[in-house]
């Protein structure tokens, strides 16, 4: 006899509402969470600064390693469906340690990219209404106001529920592809018409050969950005306990956004690049002013200054601004489910699992998540005049290098005795992860060698004492953000010994078990 399927009125075993998102919501809220257009506008200048033409090779290099450790993501949520992601399945087969500072490395990134999405949100808002001087001013009072504001709106629209911050994303993600697929469509044609700019270059297929690239740090430092621009997807399977069949739809969401994103970050790549070209004036890429903000500096010159050229061009701008607002809400909606189940646990304050009784959302750990990110914002407003925002952006890429590469090694771990059942528990639960676990980890740890050098940050800071090195922005907050997360490991081991007492290796509950059975995904 078959089961009937939970409805929306039913709840997970936290008490979140079980089965209020489909296959197509959970694919949105994946993609959503990347915020294509603003990952692309705040960070492509820089990959090309790097990499130059080489630029659309970094996008499909990236996506390896992206693609294997989904399918550790999948992997996972099919044995144990958990909310923590990361934190529970690490903490579980690797360890209550490894665990704690796999969900501290999500807390940590969610927390400062908030400040980054918040900043475009506010910059952009003004921008969109014709007051360019007050929305190029990234510290101003007014862009910090309006900043703040988007976080509130964001947190305010994930504490209604679930339903309600999915219905926002579709919304948000028409918008965002409209946009980007019109804008790719135009630059490219103008630049087979001729019609370009000087700086103009027809897409060759030598822009996807790696070995061009100048140099190995050239490369790993415009992978570890493009990390970056990837970031999010995995957002299907942290609202797994939310999710129509837990166990297989997740982690389904999440391959499939990988290799959607991948089409989208492509063919917007290699027409921004062949329409703007690599100068260091005017509209191109190399042009420090235009490192920030790609599309607010270039839709003019795609779109014209007719009527429906201005028309397009605020739509570009609204597609940026959206992109960061859903981005931010994404954010607030993982964030605080990760803290739900780390209060759970006992690795957080218990407080963090308190559920609301009507929206079934994780009432404190969702409200802690906008006044974290709100504060953050805040304190980096008026540091360095708002430029170590931009370090703390950078500096997330070592954070998801860490997780992302934890995951897949985590699945392969796990998995390591069960190669036997045929090829695809061999291949999509051991292997694959596991070499896109490794190579993340790498990129990670040789990124924060380069991070040491001031060059590569907007900011720097001088040891005070002998002998008194330069470092870079970047490096000090990553670095000393892992420190930071080393610290409170040890200070909650003493308030909270029971999780750290948390043997590894410990079974996934029987029945969670059954359920995920057959082991290869389909």
Partial sequence: MATTPPTTNSSSGRGLRAGALGMTASLILSVASAAPAYSLAATLAFIVAFVGFQAPSIVLLAFVPILFVSFGYAALNRQEPDCGTIFTWATRVLGPRVGFFGGWAIISSFVLVMASLAQVAGQYVFILFGARGIGADASSPWVLLVGLGWIGLMTAVCYRGIEVAAAVQRVLLFLEFGMLAAFSVVALVRVYGGHAGPGAH??????????????????????VLMLFIYWGWETAVTVNEETADRHRTPGRAAIASTVMLLGLYLVATVATLAFAGTGTTGIGLGNPDNFGDVFSAIGHSVFGDSGLGSLLWHLL???????????TETTVLALGRTLLAMGDRGAAPRAFARVHPRYRIPQVATLATGVAGALAYVVMNFLSDGLVIG???SSCGLMIAFYYGLTGLTSAWAHRDRWRSGPGDLWLRLVLPGLGGLMLVAAGVWSLKND????NSYTSWTLPV????????????????LLLGLLLMGAYARISPGFFALEAGAPVPEQEREAAQPAVPN
């Fill in 202 to 223: 027809r897409p060759s297929l030598s822009w996807l050969n790696p070995f061009e690239i100048a140099s190995p740090s050239a490369f790993v430092s415009g992978l």
């Fill in 317 to 327: 701008v609204l597609m940026v601004l959206s992109s960061a607002a859903a981005s």
């Fill in 391 to 393: 370090d703390a952006v």
């Fill in 452 to 455: 040491w050098d001031p060059v």
């Fill in 466 to 481: 002998p002998p008194h090195w330069h470092i870079g922005g970047v490096f000090v907050i990553g670095a000393g953000t």
